[in-house]
């Protein structure tokens, strides 16, 4: 067996073993296991809900109520699948409910796009991508890439939301794409396919700008 | 002369995702070749470079799970204080009922047999209220 899927296999046992010591924690009422299991799902479900959430005081909403529902139903989770898996599953199912009451709120709307103000700008002190001591850009080439990052924002807001939060799990969350079918309940070429169509359109934006 | 093959959407995105592996050599020598293909593959590397560090830059602690541990653990022990209030007032209410008849048949005002059914319907009433109510179970799950 090569040495790297030995070591990626011995990574995934560990985080099995570590999801089964997490769940049995909360289980017996350990606090600060609950919020161990928070913060390690957070982005997760934040990239599940928001893009479908349609406001973000409703996206923080139906981020707690996620978390409650796992809360809840822990005792019935039994390992057939990642951690992450099954709480991703929770939070798609909420969030797709969610979207239906929306939408019938509304008077029944078409599930097209809306753009949700999901992702935030970028962190302070973060280090820009592009920099590096070698070779740290020159003014001007900052600002275009400053200029690029700000126009490739707004081309993921108006990107379907389910190729939104495909790009964040893959991308972010390190998920696979048969991890990503099963929470979102869609088969893996039709992930997979969201995936190259939504990294095709933003690729597609860039060479627009350049022309 | 042989037509060029230029390199695919789909081949472009497997080479860099990492699961491009036949004819990765093929794409990697015409790369050397073509300018158009290479313009792309580059597009393509800013893409993959933003979706993984830009797109949502990992945020600071949010305090989520405490907020959650006092939304769950809050209502439950207010619950609580409140069925432990409702049960003290039946009682106390009860013992009070008893003790005012008690006191009526000491001071002869009232028949012993008359005493006897109102002291029963009194204890009932309470064990009624608490089964109803569930009480005695909600207060042994909340502590």
Redesign the interface.
């Known amino acids: 067996m090569p040495a790297g899927r030995e070591s990626d296999e011995r990574t995934a046992m560990t985080k099995e073993n570590e999801d089964r010591r997490l769940v049995k924690a909360v289980l017996t009422g350990s606090c600060r296991d609950f919020e161990e299991l928070v913060r390690r799902h957070e982005r997760l479900v934040r990239h599940i809900v928001m893009p479908m959430a349609g406001s973000v005081e409703d996206g923080e909403d139906l981020l707690q109520d996620v978390f409650m529902k796992v809360y809840a139903h822990l005792g019935t989770f039994r390992f057939e699948s990642k951690l992450s898996t099954w709480i991703g599953n929770i939070a798609f199912n909420a969030a797709t409910h969610h979207r239906a009451m929306r939408l019938r709120e509304k008077g029944g709307g078409t599930g097209t796009l809306e753009v949700v103000p999901g992702l935030p700008d970028r962190g302070p002190g973060r280090p820009d991508i592009e920099a590096t001591p070698d070779e740290a850009p020159s003014p001007v080439e900052t600002l275009v890439r400053a200029e690029e990052r700000r126009r490739l924002r707004e081309a993921v807001m108006l990107l379907p939301e389910i190729q939104r939060s495909i790009l964040l799990l893959f991308h972010q969350d390190e998920q696979t794409l048969g991890e990503i079918g099963a929470m979102l309940e869609l088969p893996v070429n039709t992930v997979k396919s969201h995936l190259f169509r939504a990294r095709r359109k933003l690729k597609e934006l860039l060479l627009r700008q350049e022309e | 002369m042989a037509k060029t093959v230029h390199c695919t ?2 081949d472009l ?1 497997r080479y860099l995702d990492g699961s491009l592996t036949e004819g990765k050599g093929r794409l990697e020598a015409h790369m050397r070749e073509c300018r158009g293909c290479r ?2 593959l580059e ?2 590397e ?17 305090g ?6 006092a ?2 653990f809050r209502p439950r022990k207010a619950a609580a204080t409140a069925d432990r209030f409702l049960l003290g007032a039946v009682f106390g209410l009860s013992a009070a009922l008893i003790i005012v008849f008690l006191i009526l048949v000491l001071r002869s005002e009232l028949p012993a047999d008359l005493f006897a059914a109102i002291l029963g319907v009194a204890g009932m009433q309470a064990l009624l209220a608490v089964k109803e109510t569930n009480l005695l179970k909600r207060i042994t799950n909340s502590i």
């Open positions: 959407d789909d995105q313009r792309e597009a393509y800013r893409v993959f470079a933003f979706a993984r560090n830009e797109m949502d830059p990992r945020a600071a602690e949010s989520l799970g405490r907020a959650l541990l939304r769950i």
